[in-house]
Structure formats: C-alpha cells, structure tokens
C-alpha cells in the first residue's frame, strides 16, 4: 500500500437463440443443451417486449408493503457494474456489498439484503464461481442472470438457493426498456422473495461484529485503483458515513441518492485466472486467502486482517484484537494487491 457475420446462418442463429433463451427463462429444468453465455443469453432475451415498459427501474417501488406479510428470507443479488449499468438500482438498500474484480478489468458487486429496499434491484449480471463459493459459506440464496459454465454447475448441486434470471426463475426477473441488454435486467425483493416462499431454505443474514474499533489513524477516505484502471474513492461525509466516487466522480443510485456506506473494508486476496469457454479472461478471485486489511470507521482507517467466516466477516487490528463495526451498511472492497490500495489522510 502507498501511503498519502451477417447474411442467412446468423439470422438463423440469432433466431436459435431467441427460442433457447424463451424456452430457458420457464421454471423447467435447466438443460445442458440450451446453457449459454449470459451475455448473449441478455442480448437475445432483451429484443422482446419489456415488463419495464410500464414500470421502467422503479417497479418495484410499492412491493415494501406486501413483502411485510411474511418473514422475509435474506438474499444476495449480483449486480452489474460496468459504465453502462450505472446508475444502479437497490444498492443503496442493501446490508452488504462486496466488491470484487471481473474479468476485462471490470467489477461486480455480490449484494446482500436483508430488508426490501423499496426499489427495483439491477441490473442484475451472471454469477461467478467465487461469488458463488461466497454464497454457500453464508447460505445465501442468489439472484443472477446465467454465469459462466463452472458457476452454473455450481449452482445444480444447489437448487434450491438458485435464482437465475436466464434459465430458471425468469418470471422474478424484467426487462428495462430504457436500457439496453445486457444491462437492462431487474428484479425486487418481492419478487425474490415469492421464489423464496416456495423453498425449504435455512438463509440468514450474515452478521458483522458490533463495537468500537481501536488503534486507528485520522483518514480523509481511501483509494482503490482496479486493474481495469478504473480509480474508486471512499471519502469521509459530513454526515459521518463513507461518499463513493468511480473517477473522480460521485456516484449515485437510480434517483439521485448518494451511494455511501457506514463502513468500508478494503481487503488484498489473490486473483488468478479460471479459463471458461463463455468468458474471455474469466478470473476466480480466492477471496478465502484474503489477508491484508483496512477498516475504516467513524473518520479513521484501522490497520489489520480480514476474514470471511460463516457467521459473516471478522476483522483484526494490526495486533491480533478482534475491531467492531458499525450498526449500519457495509461495503467490503476485494483487490488483488496491496498496491493498489492508499489510504488518504
């Protein structure tokens, strides 16, 4: 860290796909014939007619009401977050956001809820297998659209968590018309939780421990620089909580909201590659050797270790002593160096 190509066969191909993605997006079985990129699967999907049409990104926008009639199951939603898919939708609602590299340099966010957000979720983008490995420690059900081939084979030895927006839960899932696939698939909580209902599942929130935090030093935010070249920054608020920027540039939620968080951890796991035929560059982050850590809490950055555990996340100062965290949202920021983190004072 410092400091401081046309013509007849690709009609009939594009028609192909069409049929499989319709066929797919029914509550049948997934089958091995039919499985294909996401992204392609979007892009052939997201020619139809749209239930966003009418509802656009906020359709789920009145679903807070109905979703209080029952328990409600915690779920995690993996969203998009390349340029195009900004600005996204629910974040600001959930309880957990972990951040961790994609291929092509870009990111992705492993949202997890544990109330409705009141607003539509998205868009919503294909799992991958780390992501997945996240889910099963924390018994999380998924919400996502496809995946590459190793993650959806995952997810057939676990049914009963999948949500796939592509081949198996369609009807939880809309299309925005106002964006363009393959960033332009929603979901809501009650949605989710509907699917949900329907299910045995033992899902629960995972937990943060509460409390003070200590052996810090004052900091102004941090700065995290992804191997895409994209710059995120953290900056403290006047309101106490943390201010996100991708560029230089606040960033926001769908209707203006700042994206801000209560706590950051900013954590160094290794990245190595994972080949997939679907993926060009496909990486399995090991977010299981995660080591290095900053916490930054109530103005300051601690110094330590980080784990993700079954309960939840762990966190240890530089001296081995367990630091609590905020009652409040928190974003774990997962990167590939020490490098690429600074902490600002």
């Given amino acids: 860290m410092r400091q401081g190509k046309g013509g007849a066969a690709a009609r009939v191909l594009v028609l192909l796909t069409a049929l499989a993605v319709l066929a797919a997006g029914c509550a ?31 359709a789920g926008a009145g679903s807070e009401a109905a979703s209080e009639a029952a328990p409600f199951t915690p779920f995690a939603v993996i969203i998009d977050n390349e340029r195009h898919a900004r600005p996204q939708s629910g974040l600001d609602g959930a309880a957990i956001v972990v951040e961790m590299p994609a291929e092509g340099g870009i990111t992705r966010y492993f949202a997890v809820f544990t109330k409705d957000p009141g607003t539509a979720i998205g868009p919503v983008r294909s799992a991958r297998i780390y992501f997945n490995r996240l889910a099963h ?15 959806l084979a995952d997810w057939r030895a676990h049914a009963r968590y999948d949500i796939d927006g592509i081949y198996t839960n369609g009807a939880a899932f809309y299309r925005d018309s106002r964006r363009k696939a393959p960033h332009n698939l929603y979901t809501t909580a009650a949605k989710i939780e509907e699917v949900l209902a329907q ?32 710059t995120v920054t953290w900056r403290a608020g006047a309101d106490g909580r943390w201010q996100r920027e991708t560029g230089g540039r606040a960033e ?83 990167v590939p160096a020490e490098d690429d983190v600074t902490i600002l004072p």
């Fill in 199 to 230: 299910r045995k599942l033992e899902a629960r929130a995972p937990a943060v421990p509460l409390g003070p935090a200590a052996g810090g030093e004052a900091a102004s935010g941090v700065e995290i620089r992804f191997p895409g070249g994209e």
């Fill in 137 to 151: 420690l924390w018994k999380l059900p998924v919400a996502h659209a496809g995946g590459n081939r190793d993650a």
């Fill in 28 to 58: 049948g079985p997934r089958s091995a014939g039919t499985v294909m990129s996401e992204a392609a699967a979007s892009e052939a999907a997201g020619q139809g007619g749209s239930e966003a049409a009418q509802g656009g990104a906020g």
């Fill in 252 to 334: 926001t939620v769908e209707g203006g909201t700042p994206l801000a968080a209560d706590d950051v951890i900013v954590v160094v796991a290794p990245v190595r590659p994972d080949p997939d035929p679907w993926t060009v560059g496909a990486i399995d982050v090991q977010w299981e050797k995660a080591g290095r850590a900053w916490l930054l809490r109530n103005g300051q950055a601690v110094a330590g270790t980080m784990r993700f555990t079954a309960e939840g996340v762990a966190f240890q100062d530089a001296d081995g002593r367990p630091a609590g965290l905020s009652a409040g949202s928190l974003w774990v920021e997962v």
